[in-house]
């Protein structure tokens, strides 16, 4: 038994330097690489992506597993082990089912997906992305017919984000909110907005970049543990155990869009900074449970981010740093902030038209994978269901399907997670104010670490050992539902 284990823990460590260095790869090219680098970096990948993938589909490794996973020798793993063995032995089955060189093909078209989607988002000619998004979504369906041939594709992918969620649950939750939020913001946005004029200006970037940093710490990002860095798209990755990476990006004439995008990410790497290192080199430290992540990161972002007590002992430190805010006093900046006005930019939506964000981008999934509409015409149903949803219309491709990255490295099923996560978040809050007492006064004395605490406490340190439906009823100790959510939105903003 020990020499296996042994041996097995070995083995992982050995393929998890490749994924770092595939993972170190990806983030350089997404962060600082030149322009002419990109296609070797690409190969790259490929290769580190291949070794990787060779040694989770070896015989001996199977041989490990398959020794590991007798009721003898399984019993006597510890939890972390134990949910290693069975993960990974889930994943061989499916992997042996993949064709080495298909496998291959799909990782290095991935990453020149990615790099042609940057490139027609700054175009915005959706022409030099469509091939490639069209690859992406025909070896994506091939993807998963390979790992699992007997189920529906949109349902294993859905699977793959959040272990146990499916197309019904979601069209369930979904329709609710979308029945509960489409009269709320008729009636928000039929009141007259606010002037804004006192935010008008342009904000350097590097001054951006030391907010970025002020509230990163102030809800407790660990910079012993992690770094920052600027992309197209703000976004988080995990190199190793103990070096948590997040992005931003910056708009000289948008201060507050990198501010959440610092305080969203932020959330995202505080979950991974802090889960237990007893599960070090297990799958429970590997989050693939993003509706939960999601949960985090929003929580952060919304709950907190935007209830004007969080900015009460941080404001003036901001305004320090970026000297227009001290002509704007809190109550226009809250106003700014908690605008509830349907836009074309998820990624800059307010908390509320959020929602239908995500809802759309997931009827967008189904539209390809169930009803399979050829990707010539995903732009005109883009622009057609932002009218349905949020009586808006994109002028152009780069602000409408193009804005986002998530498809372009083939996430399919990523986008339910965001607003799953709301979902959750809404339970949380509840949970946080029965444990801890008023968020309000906890956040306008400066004590928000006292949350961030709770949270490290009641969820991170888990890492991945439950599955998101697990957690919430742990937490909160009911079974999932919007409710909660749509009583904070109807309480807030009604």
Known sequence: MEDTLKTFKEYLKRRKQFDQAQTMLAWDMQTAA?????????????????????????????????????????????????????????????????PEAFYTEFVTEKARSEHAWEEAKEKDDFSIYEPHLDKIISMTKEFVHY?????????????????????????????????????????????????????????????????????????????????????????????????????????????????FSAIHEGGHAIFEQNVNEKYKDTAVEEIELMGLHESQSRFYENMLGRNKNFWIPVYDKVAEILPQLKNVPLDVFMQAINVVKPSLIRVDADEVTYCMHIILRYEMEKAIFIDHVPTKELPKLWNKKMEELLGVVPQSDAEGIMQDMHWSDGSFGYFPSYLLGSVYDGMLLEQVEEELGSVDQILADGRIKEITHWLNEKIHQYGSLYTSKEVIERVCHKEISARPLLSYFTKKYD
Do not use: W
């Open 147 to 259: 790992i699992e041939p007997d189920q529906e594709v949109y349902e294993v992918l859905l699977d793959m984000y959040e272990e146990g969620m499916d197309s019904h649950t979601i069209d369930t939750i979904f329709t609710e909110l979308k029945e509960g939020l489409k009269p709320l913001i008729e009636k928000i946005t039929s009141k007259p907005q606010p002037d804004l004029s006192l935010l008008d200006g342009r904000y350097d970037i590097q001054a951006q970049k030391k907010v970025q940093d002020v509230l990163l710490d102030y809800i407790g990002f660990n910079f012993d543990r992690g770094t920052t860095a600027e992309s197209v798209h703000p976004f988080t990755i995990t190199l190793c155990h103990g070096d948590v990476r997040v992005t931003n990006s910056y708009d000289e004439e948008a201060p507050i869009s990198s501010m």
């Open 34 to 98: 030149p322009k002419d680098s990109v296609e070797s970096k690409i190969e790259s990948i490929g290769f580190f992506s291949t070794e990787s993938f060779r040694m989770s589909t070896a015989k001996e490794y199977g041989a490990l597993l398959e020794e590991l996973s007798k009721p003898e020798q399984f019993q006597k793993l510890d939890e972390g082990m134990a949910i290693t063995v069975e993960r990974e032995r889930k994943k061989y089955k499916r992997f042996q089912r993949v």
